[in-house]
C-alpha cells in the first residue's frame, strides 16, 4: 500500500472542535476528487467518532482527540481517529445499535452503526483506561 498523501491532526476534545475536524478531513479528501455523496459520508463518519471521543471517551473530563489520514495509491481513504480516554471494556457490545453509556443524555446509541453505514469499512480498538482508535475506511470510486 503506496500512501500518496497523509495527515495529522490534534485538539482538544471539545464539541465545539467536532465541525473543525469534519472541514479539516474533508479539505483533505478533496484531493480525490469525491462525489458530494462520498464526501458526505466522510464527513459525517469523522462527525459520529470525534463525537463519540468528546462525548464517552472523556466524560465532560479534558483530553485531546486525535486525528491521522492516509490517502493510499488506489485511492482508500484511511482515517484513524483516537482519544486516550476511558476506553470501551466491550467493544462488541458497544457496537450494537442502540447501545450507550451516556447516563441521563439523550444519546441514541447509534454513533457505529453510522459509521458503518457510511463507511467500507470500520475497526475499533480499545482498552479501559488507555483510550479507544477508531479506524475508518472509503474507497473513493473515480468517474471518468
Given at each position: 500500500m503506496n500512501i500518496l498523501n497523509e495527515m495529522r491532526l490534534s485538539f482538544p476534545a471539545?464539541?465545539?472542535n467536532e465541525?473543525?475536524?469534519r472541514s479539516a478531513v474533508s479539505a483533505f479528501v478533496m484531493e480525490l476528487d469525491p462525489t458530494i455523496s462520498e464526501l458526505a459520508d466522510i464527513k459525517?463518519?469523522?462527525s459520529e467518532a470525534v463525537t463519540?471521543?468528546?462525548v464517552h471517551g472523556y466524560r465532560r473530563e479534558s483530553g485531546t482527540v486525535y486525528i491521522?489520514?492516509?490517502?493510499?495509491e488506489d485511492m482508500n481513504v484511511i482515517i484513524k481517529i483516537r482519544d486516550k480516554g476511558i476506553g470501551i471494556p466491550d467493544v462488541k457490545q458497544a457496537m450494537k445499535p442502540l447501545f450507550t453509556t451516556a447516563e441521563n443524555e439523550e444519546r441514541a446509541g447509534?454513533?457505529?452503526a453510522v459509521m458503518?453505514?457510511?463507511m467500507d469499512s470500520v475497526r475499533v480498538r480499545s482498552a479501559?483506561?488507555?483510550g479507544t482508535t477508531v479506524t475508518l475506511s472509503k474507497r473513493i470510486i473515480k468517474i471518468k
Amino acid at each position: 500500500m503506496n500512501i500518496l498523501n497523509e495527515m495529522r491532526l490534534s485538539f482538544p476534545a471539545k464539541s465545539v472542535n467536532e465541525g473543525f475536524a469534519r472541514s479539516a478531513v474533508s479539505a483533505f479528501v478533496m484531493e480525490l476528487d469525491p462525489t458530494i455523496s462520498e464526501l458526505a459520508d466522510i464527513k459525517t463518519a469523522v462527525s459520529e467518532a470525534v463525537t463519540n471521543c468528546i462525548v464517552h471517551g472523556y466524560r465532560r473530563e479534558s483530553g485531546t482527540v486525535y486525528i491521522d489520514a492516509k490517502i493510499t495509491e488506489d485511492m482508500n481513504v484511511i482515517i484513524k481517529i483516537r482519544d486516550k480516554g476511558i476506553g470501551i471494556p466491550d467493544v462488541k457490545q458497544a457496537m450494537k445499535p442502540l447501545f450507550t453509556t451516556a447516563e441521563n443524555e439523550e444519546r441514541a446509541g447509534l454513533g457505529f452503526a453510522v459509521m458503518q453505514s457510511f463507511m467500507d469499512s470500520v475497526r475499533v480498538r480499545s482498552a479501559p483506561d488507555k483510550g479507544t482508535t477508531v479506524t475508518l475506511s472509503k474507497r473513493i470510486i473515480k468517474i471518468k
